[in-house]
């Protein structure tokens, strides 16, 4: 396989296949949410590829299980992570890990990594050391490993990184700008984006150029290839560590290269890029580290004036919080669509809908009933779909929603990056796909959620018969979307008109400012929520998952979590850190194809029940940390006859919320599509009459749920197909 492009033979699989399933009965699956992705299916169909890359990805695991370096500030939460060797292992069955002198905390020794979490209470740069004990506490081995991970802990010490190429570079390098650095105050830590873990060499070099020890952040290459199908992540991750480094409180304001920009847009993110030149010449007095230090000094300033939430969702988020908005959450489908479809009919002047999936059925038969009247009114309605997953201008394929609306004086509808079946497939255009549901009307009401345009996001449980012959497709999903009102309209409204003009759609001309009916101008504050609009561009940030990293943090009491979709390593981590503070973490999920009240399956597509058990396995470790976790299922309803009188079915909302203050709510999942590939919009609330309603609402909604125990009959009677489906589904993009 060459950079992106698939080979001939390979391509022309995908393509057959791309062509099966897009004109086939799973055209509506949501292809992250059940493996219907066109890419993961084909990347299924390919065994010895699929193997190689898992292979790799074992010894890659090898390789680094010892355990990596840490950086982070006096008073931030780490995970460390260490290891003992395999004789060692054999003669223990505890370990006590350190700080240095310190213990931090003591573990039972299994096969994986040894991890433990602990708050930084002093500034330095201590190793991470395991004593190994044995079932009566003695001591078997005192620190074992001989080059154990370090912690450095900053306090207010300005802060640079160094490109570690610089340390090993052949011939030697005069790194004597770096020494002066230190000798001045600074902290320094290092970064290497080489192939392989290289931490042994690096600190060898260190020794031997007179640079003081500090954190060594690794990430291997092979490691990128192995998780993103070969695509280059590197300035994406290295962006990301700046971001969360200074979310966590590093006065991080240097990096120090001699291949400048080669890294990230450091200067987008507060951040001085600089060569060892540079550097000297700074030293030297042209320009003086003063705008450096002041740089640190402001930033510790102003994280002492911040609260943590807000600090965070600032570094993390790339959006900015605006107040004034009037912000209502809905979780339910009927009220959604008498909501939406309400507002459309009041439209006057624009109607604006952008769905990741549109397809035919009642909901669309009606959305388009109402879509007509208004642009037969003289309303500019204007639609944007995915081109693959609403399979409009995608391998010559037609939508015949989008086709028929097309047809319409009044409405237009562009097809989000089409694929054509002249071109050669990249693998990124199967995976990079824009995922956002957005509405706007008028450019002064907005709705943003998780919610596509068919009939299972917008049927009311209610409204469905549902025996125990019912096909799976026919039972509706829990959902959600958020209605705003105010100036974030305007952030929407933008991100719209973004994607529109991307995908070729005409210049929209710009809206004479009118009074609303209130007589208030558009835009104007119409509530006291304050809310940001957090816009991920897949392969360009990870916006939302820094949104949802903040979230989780900050969370001191308790979070809330909808979601039914394999949850990141990274949010996952960051989820165990919660535990650890004490937060109680709760989740409510649901079932990928729909279970009658006894727990058994309706009828459903393969590939969904084994994304079921793939997803199922990945919540275990959760569980059985002590998260808890339910499975949604629907109150008794007059229509519902199947065995057990409810329905357990598929729970397709994207919710977050923590402490009663702040909530999620969008289209972003949390597995690792939505974190990087697709493109993604999120609404984040701070609002705690929002909040307390939303939270409130799903504590009624666990209430009459299943809540799992790993110990139960239903869980246990799955097992075997948990770890069959965790194994044969293509995991390499959930890791």
């Known amino acids: 396989m060459a950079g992106n492009t698939l080979p001939g033979g390979l391509g022309a699989r995908l393509r057959d296949f791309a062509r099966g399933f897009l004109g086939g009965a799973g055209e509506g699956a949501e292809g992250t949410a059940a493996g219907a992705s066109t890419l993961e299916a084909a990347a299924q169909s390919v065994g010895a590829s699929l193997e190689?890359?898992?292979?790799?990805?074992?010894?890659?695991?090898?390789?680094?299980?010892?355990?990596?370096?840490?950086?982070?500030?006096?008073?931030?939460?780490?995970?460390?992570?260490?290891?003992?060797?395999?004789?060692?292992?054999?003669?223990?069955?505890?370990?006590?890990?350190?700080?240095?002198?310190?213990?931090?905390?003591?573990?039972?020794?299994?096969?994986?990594?040894?991890?433990?979490?602990?708050?930084?209470?002093?500034?330095?740069?201590?190793?991470?050391?395991?004593?190994?004990?044995d079932r009566a506490g003695a001591v078997v081995a005192w620190g074992s490993g001989a080059d154990p991970p370090i912690c450095q802990v900053i306090d207010q010490t300005p802060t640079a990184t160094v490109d570690a190429e610089m340390l090993l570079a052949e011939p030697s390098l005069d790194l004597t700008p770096l020494r002066e650095l230190a000798l001045h105050g600074w902290s320094l830590c290092y970064?290497?984006?080489?192939?392989?873990?290289?931490?042994?060499?690096?600190?060898?070099?260190?020794?031997?150029?007179?640079?003081?020890?500090?954190?060594?952040?690794?990430?291997?290459?092979?490691?990128?290839?192995?998780?993103?199908?070969?695509?280059?992540?590197?300035?994406?991750?290295?962006?990301?560590?700046?971001?969360?480094?200074?979310?966590?409180?590093?006065?991080?304001?240097?990096?120090?290269?001699?291949?400048?920009?080669?890294?990230?847009?450091?200067?987008?993110?507060?951040?001085?890029?600089?060569?060892?030149?540079?550097?000297?010449?700074?030293?030297?007095?042209?320009?003086?580290?003063?705008?450096?230090?002041?740089?640190?000094?402001?930033?510790?300033?102003?994280?002492?004036?911040?609260?943590?939430?807000g600090w965070r969702l600032d570094h993390l988020s790339g959006a900015r919080r605006v107040e004034g908005n009037t912000c209502v959450i809905e979780l339910d489908n009927r009220r959604a669509r008498e909501r939406i479809f309400a507002a459309i009919d009041g439209a006057q002047r624009s109607v604006h809908l952008q769905f990741y999936i549109l397809r035919p059925g009642l909901f669309s038969e009606r959305l388009a009933v109402r879509l007509i009247q208004r642009a037969r009114a003289g309303v500019a309605v204007r639609i944007c779909v995915?081109?693959?997953?609403?399979?409009?201008?995608?391998?010559?394929?037609?939508?015949?929603?989008?086709?028929?609306?097309?047809?319409?004086?009044?409405?237009?509808?562009?097809?989000?990056?089409?694929?054509?079946?002249?071109?050669?497939?990249?693998?990124?255009?199967?995976?990079?796909?824009?995922?956002?549901k957005l509405v706007v009307i008028d450019d002064r009401l907005a709705f943003v959620g998780g919610r596509n345009g068919g009939d299972e996001y917008y049927t009311g449980f209610d409204e469905v018969p549902i025996s125990d012959w019912?096909?799976?497709?026919?039972?509706?999903?829990?959902?959600?979307?958020?209605?705003?009102?105010?100036?974030?309209?305007?952030a929407v409204q933008g991100s719209f008109v973004e994607t529109w003009h991307a995908a070729g759609g005409r210049a929209i001309p710009a809206v004479k400012e009118e009074l609303a009916p209130s007589g208030a101008p558009s835009g104007a504050p119409t509530g006291g929520s304050k809310a940001r609009l957090v816009v991920h561009k897949g392969l360009e940030d990870a916006n939302t998952l820094g949104a949802y990293e903040a979230i989780i943090e900050s969370a001191r009491a308790r979070i809330f979590i909808l979601n039914d979709f394999p949850i990141l390593d990274t949010l996952q981590r960051s989820l165990l850190r919660a535990l650890q503070r004490g937060v109680a973490v709760v989740i409510l999920t649901g079932s990928a194809v729909a279970r009658r009240g006894d727990g058994t399956m309706l009828r459903g597509p393969m590939h969904r029940e084994i994304f079921e058990y793939m997803t199922k396995h990945r919540l275990?470790?959760?569980?059985?940390?002590?998260?808890?976790?339910?499975?949604?299922?629907?109150?008794?309803?007059?229509?519902?006859?199947?065995?057990?009188?409810?329905?357990?079915?598929?729970?397709h909302a994207k919710v977050m919320c923590a402490d009663g203050r702040v909530a999620s709510v969008g289209s972003a999942n949390l597995d690792v599509t939505a974190s990087y590939w697709e493109h993604e919009a999120n609404v984040v609330i701070e609002d705690p009459a929002v909040v307390g309603r939303l939270e409130a609402t799903i504590e009624g909604l666990c209430a009459g749920s299943l809540r799992l125990d790993v110990e139960s009959a239903y869980w246990r009677r799955e097992a075997r197909q948990r770890e069959i489906a965790s194994a044969l589904w293509p995991e390499t993009l959930y890791v």
């Open 470 to 490: 019912t096909p799976h497709e026919r039972v509706p999903w829990l959902d959600a979307h958020v209605e705003v009102e105010g100036p974030l309209v305007a």
């Open 52 to 133: 190689r890359w898992r292979s790799t990805g074992s010894v890659l695991r090898a390789l680094t299980s010892g355990g990596l370096d840490r950086l982070t500030a006096v008073g931030g939460e780490v995970e460390l992570v260490t290891s003992l060797d395999a004789l060692t292992r054999l003669r223990a069955t505890s370990a006590r890990i350190r700080l240095g002198e310190v213990v931090v905390g003591e573990v039972a020794v299994g096969g994986g990594p040894l991890r433990v979490w602990a708050t930084a209470t002093e500034e330095g740069v201590f190793p991470v050391l395991v004593d190994a004990l």
């Open 620 to 651: 275990e470790p959760l569980l059985r940390a002590g998260v808890v976790v339910y499975e949604f299922a629907t109150p008794p309803l007059p229509e519902v006859v199947a065995r057990g009188g409810v329905v357990r079915p598929y729970v």
């Open 191 to 309: 970064v290497d984006l080489h192939p392989v873990d290289r931490r042994p060499a690096i600190r060898a070099a260190l020794l031997r150029h007179g640079l003081p020890l500090g954190a060594v952040l690794v990430h291997p290459q092979t490691e990128v290839e192995f998780k993103t199908l070969g695509i280059d992540f590197h300035r994406l991750f290295v962006t990301t560590r700046i971001r969360r480094l200074r979310a966590d409180g590093v006065p991080l304001v240097v990096m120090i290269s001699e291949a400048p920009r080669s890294w990230a847009s450091a200067a987008e993110e507060g951040v001085f890029e600089v060569d060892l030149a540079g550097l000297a010449a700074r030293l030297r007095g042209e320009g003086g580290l003063d705008g450096w230090r002041a740089a640190a000094a402001d930033f510790c300033q102003e994280r002492g004036q911040r609260g943590q939430l």
């Open 386 to 436: 995915d081109a693959l997953f609403s399979t409009q201008d995608v391998l010559g394929l037609r939508n015949q929603v989008v086709e028929g609306l097309s047809q319409e004086p009044g409405i237009e509808i562009v097809a989000a990056a089409p694929i054509s079946a002249d071109e050669p497939l990249e693998l990124r255009r199967f995976k990079r796909r824009d995922h956002r």
